[in-house]
């Protein structure tokens, strides 16, 4: 059994395999400032892949995700409505729920220890942390009903409780939004990325405008302190292919159509910018289909595997035309600006956010447009002709983010003893 101190902290992760670069930069500075400010303290992270997450993230702890996730079923016993009676038990009396798994599994030890290492890990916490993520949406239901269940259980054994780099929403599912309003307003702090979407939301759930902070992203800093001391030329792409980006082939046809027609008119090469390697929404996969099958940029860059990595192949352009999120954080961060391609409210939501903190740097093509290539042509030669320019700015916003971010981590360590008296919560 994974020893487990009597001092910890328990981090909830956007990304249990680590197979996307912006997820894992953001959980890396979590943990290295977690670590700095509580170093009497051991980081369990929750994790699938803990050989991978030890790699990346030397002062973590991995404890693996498989309790969690048997404390999350329902189907403790047969049938919808004893599912749905096991639910309701476990929002509200979660402590009773590793008992009873205890009992089902009393003849299978390793699943039994599993459930007794995460309910530990959570009723016996200092702190539980939820790392930055885009995950409070209803474009990933599943997700966020398990990261709303996990804060529960902490509430209920009287944790503290913190989300830092928070993108919120949309949230308009009703089943969804009842259970971030019973569960968010009992966090002790909430700390977003943008403050555009994610503050009304938050203020509408109910949360109390003294338990938010607005920081930016906390992967800005790891980006920002390798930034380079001059613009390079070329323009980097990504795309993001997936059921929640409404991205398509007729849209893929449109970039691809004004990126190659900017990049031959301002004479800068093409420069791949992967960042999820999740299966079935790959970017080198997506990247791929709108430049040359031979391209020997592609090639290499199907290698770029840590944030480091990407954040230095960002670091060789001038511009970034991106639809990921995250190529567009690591590209401001380092003083280089960006366009943002957005086609579902989600990206919406996140690129208009990001030139919102930026406020200048970063500009947002809708894909819904039917004149969207045009647009995307414009946006390109403006701002590659004005990134020298602008880039004094974007640095200087940047700066700002980082320090407010580290304000907030200041301010999780004050809040972080006492433990406070445990609290109850009704769906």
Known sequence: ??????????????????????????????IERLARLFPQNQINVLTSDASSLVRF????????????????????????LANRLFRELRRRAPRVIGPLWRYRYRNNENMASALDRFSWSVSNADLVVVAGMGGITDYFPGYASGVLEVLGLAIHAGRRTVMVGQGMGPLENAGLRARAAAILPKLDLI??????????????????????????????EMAYVIRPKALDVGIGLNVRVSDYSGVDSPILDRIREAVRDASASLGAPIIPVPISHVPGEEDIRSIGN?????????????????????????QRCRL???????????????????????????YRDKFLGLADMFAVGCETVLLDHQDCSKSLRDAIQRLYASAQAIRPHILSSAKRQIAAGHACYRRIRELASPHRVGETYDA
């Open 57 to 80: 993230a030397p002062g973590a702890t991995p404890l693996l995700d498989v309790g969690r996730a048997q404390w999350l079923r329902d189907n403790f016993l047969p049938g919808v």
């Open 1 to 30: 059994m994974m020893a487990l101190k009597s001092r910890s902290i328990l981090v909830e992760p956007s990304d249990y395999i680590l197979r996307n670069v912006g997820d894992m930069a953001m959980l890396g500075v979590a």
């Open 290 to 314: 709108l430049m040359a099958s031979s391209d020997f940029e592609l090639s290499l860059a199907a290698g770029l595997k840590t944030p480091i990595a990407v954040i230095r192949q960002i």
């Open 191 to 220: 700390a977003l990325r943008e403050q555009r979407t994610g503050r009304p939301l938050l203020t509408a759930l109910g949360v109390d405008p003294a338990r938010i902070m607005v920081t930016g992203d906390d992967a800005i």
């Open 320 to 346: 970034v035309v991106t639809g990921s999120y995250h190529a567009g954080v690591f590209a401001l961060a380092s003083g280089i600006p960006v366009v943002g391609l957005a086609k579902s409210s989600y």
